[in-house]
């Protein structure tokens, strides 16, 4: 099995080039390969599948078949879609420009040149109301926000490194029935927050692009008028931009090293 590993904030992945949908991808798979000490290691797995092979109908040639680390599915993943495009050009499969990702949260248009940052479309952040989750026995209050997927944004007054992550947060099953992804932050400037992440599936990670998003739409105070915010994650800096009818999310898509597992082994 070929792949190439990458890394967008240090949010990192598995990228597996299978342009005619013949990989038998099972869960079992994508955690070996996920699992840090006996395996490649990443948060998730970018299966790179031509749309029609992948039995989707959408205007774009590429589909992003996105795969938490635990195997789950997933609907969208912000960080991977950068750096799915980023592995398109560097592979000669598409070219520096601007174009649309198939995925399963529907079609997601980036734009990016031969290097340098990546661009991606975010949709609309939708502002589904009020939850809380808790962690070590204190309670936070958040905003749920679906960016294709769900996040729970809480906000806190103090550093969000202080913040124990190293169990999941709980949360109200009801709202959130097939799991969600709990951002906690804090505003550090205008229009500038940092923020810490626990994502379904993955556990905490060094970043997570549309929880940015869904915390820059949160720290909003409403619905997002046109503004740009600087969003630090422990893995660097994002930008994500509200034009009133859009977000986009701009940030670093980096590929780091390439090749093959060995037989038998997954």
């Known amino acids: 099995m070929r792949f190439v590993k990458g890394h967008g904030t240090e949010n990192d992945f598995v990228i597996l080039p299978d342009p005619d949908g013949a990989l038998d991808l099972t869960p079992r798979a994508v955690a070996r390969l996920c699992d840090r000490r006996a395996g490649i290691g990443a948060d998730g797995v970018l299966r790179v599948v031509r749309t029609k092979a992948a039995g989707y109908e959408a205007d774009a040639e590429w589909f992003m078949d996105y795969r938490n680390a635990d195997g789950g599915i997933a609907e969208m993943c912000g960080n991977g879609v950068r750096v799915f495009a980023r592995y398109l050009v560097d592979a000669g499969l598409a070219a520096p420009g601007e174009w ?65 992550l190293s169990r999941a947060p709980g949360f109200d099953p009801a709202a959130f029935p097939d799991g969600v992804n709990v951002e906690f932050f804090r505003a550090v400037g205008e229009r500038h927050v ?73």
């Open 100 to 164: 649309d990702v198939a995925t399963r949260a529907g079609l997601r248009r980036v734009t990016l040149g031969a290097s340098g940052d990546v661009s991606v479309d975010m949709g609309p952040p939708e502002l589904l109301g009020y939850g809380e989750a808790t962690l070590a026995g204190a309670t936070f209050q958040g905003r749920r926000v679906s960016m294709g997927n769900p996040h729970l944004a809480c906000r806190v007054d103090g550093p969000v490194d202080a913040l124990d």
């Open 194 to 266: 940092e923020m810490r992440v626990y994502e379904r599936g993955s556990g905490e990670t060094r970043s997570c692009g549309t929880g940015t998003v869904a915390v820059a739409a949160a720290a909003s105070l409403g619905t997002p008028g046109a503004s740009e915010w600087t969003v630090d994650v422990p893995g660097g800096r994002v930008t994500v931009t509200f034009d009133g009818e859009t977000s986009h999310l701009r940030g670093p898509a980096v590929l780091v090293a390439e090749g093959e597992t060995h037989p038998g082994w997954i």
